[in-house]
């Protein structure tokens, strides 16, 4: 019987040691330097970093990984998970003064997980020995390079005393409405969501022998959900193979992730929706036409509001290039769901809802809801009110509730947290359900997600969601980027105002575009005016990239506001006239 991954690993290494589990791209690109690791190998070096932790008695403690983008970081996480030590996936410092936000969040991490020990890459690791004034927290943690840890140790791995309620790591939530919460996701859970994934994208043995095993392209951070429980663990979980670059080699050249996808033909590939833009900005002429992208089956898109705008001018650019509307592949999950609750079907282009005649946006399809797709087996999705705990009728919207083998032990060290979040019980219905802190609806089956339940807006007794008024502001002018813009509401008593809340919206604009803030401030105000009935109190226009953000590219809206109230934004101002 499979207890965990590493019985599956060790069953690939054993009937396949030569095939090839990951291949990262060093330069992010096909012609540049490339890494491979076997499943042999894999297996070798995950044990060897799991025989080095029992041998220090470490088994049941938390280990911090922090390791730049590529295959050891997998041996590293594969060989907490074969010592039975809890993986703690974090964020290296690294860049401007060793990255402030990441430093601050590795002190959080080390304290919150009582972390024993670092595995890192040799490069990190040696960073941090020069941080003791930073980070005092280090004098109790050991901290190792795992890639100098010998081949022969792996001789001395004893296997691990497993259970399905084993906790296998902590997923860190990545806080785009709270502080970090360290989610505990156990062995049984991570079996349960691959056999979700790998049911809902349909990766079939028949499909693995067609794409002869070529599943995944990924250039997602592997610290992140999105990125390790679809793209590298589905890997070890099908054995397959995945091909993987840095989230940063993508950033600086979204068409990379294009190319490889052309180049290495997966059945599989994805990220949030920026990322699609993102490639969108750069769709020039001469890489359409040196695009293949007729393999590419489920492009999955996710972690964010999913824009119907953003799906159809992709399927519109890409066509050429064999991509096809049918490969679309809306879905949602969360941490605490381990990763994956709803997905589309594979070869159905996705469902959209068309915005009602009598609301705002009116039979506009690029403002069309967009489905993510229908609980994976065995997974159970309620719309409840949150206040009453009762489930509401089809189409009505309420707080999406999770029930499944899928749904995490609970959050690390936190009780209460966990009580809230992991226990509750609905009329009607056996057992526990997640409460997500998500808002939606159901229609056939289907899930649409709408928001976020702590960042409605009320505003004289309406309901507006924050996405709806982001939405509204980037159709209204061509200047501000997608998924770049944040609404939220402040008391306008604290603002020197009348009482009662107030929406703000800020948004990222090209700096080029500065002489027409004037312009383009009144017509984002008119067109929420018009559309929902609001009457903004500020539109702050702001520099690209400086609007808070997730790890998985969740505007924080949060932040932004705190932002606002304290003048902290990078606010573009139009030139004075002379």
Known sequence: MV?????????????????????????????????????????????????????RGLAGTRAMLLYPPGPEFICGYLGCLAAGV???????????TQNHRALTRMKRLIADADAKVILGGREVINALSGLAEHLPELADVTCVATEDLPDEAAASWREPDLTA?????????????????????????????ERVITERMGHTPDVLEEYGHEMFVSWLPVYHDMGLIGPVLNTVYLGATATLFSPLHFLQRPERWLTAISHYRPHTSGGPNFAYELCLKHATPGLL????????????????????????RFTDTFAPAGFRREALYPCYGLAEATLMVTGS????????????????????????????GRPGPEVTVAIADPERHEELP????????????????????????????FRATLTGHDGRFLRTGDLGFLRDGELFVTGRLKDLIVIDGRNHYPQDLELTAEMAHPALRPGCTAAFSVDGAEEGAVGGEQAVLIAEIAPDAASEAEKIIDVVRSGIGEAHGVSVRDVVLVQPGTIPKTSSGKIQRRASRAAYLEGKLAVIAAPAVS
Request: aromatic residues 6%.
């Open 3 to 55: 207890r965990s991954l590493v019985d599956l690993l060790s069953q690939h290494a054993a009937h396949n040691p030569d095939r090839t589990a990951y291949r990262y791209l060093a330069t992010g690109d096909p012609d540049g330097e490339i890494q491979e690791i076997s499943y042999g190998r894999l297996a070798e070096r995950s044990r060897a970093v799991a025989a080095w932790l029992q041998e």
């Open 86 to 96: 809890v993986a703690v996936p974090g964020v290296p410092p690294q860049g401007r």
């Open 165 to 193: 309620d084993s906790v296998a790591f902590l997923q860190y939530t990545s806080g785009s409405t709270s502080a970090p919460r360290g989610v505990m996701v156990t062995h049984g859970n991570l079996l349960d969501n």
């Open 289 to 312: 036409d040196g695009l293949d992208l007729s393999s590419w089956k489920v492009a999955f898109n996710g972690a964010e509001p999913v824009r119907a705008a953003t799906l159809r």
């Open 345 to 372: 079907t594979v070869h159905t282009p996705p469902t959209l809802l068309q915005a009602p005649e009598t609301g705002p946006h009116a039979g506009q399809w690029d403002a069309a809801a967009v489905s993510c």
């Open 394 to 421: 089809e189409g009505e919207t309420g707080e999406i509730w999770v029930r499944g083998a899928s749904v995490a032990k609970g959050y690390w060290r936190n009780a209460l947290a966990t009580r809230e979040t």
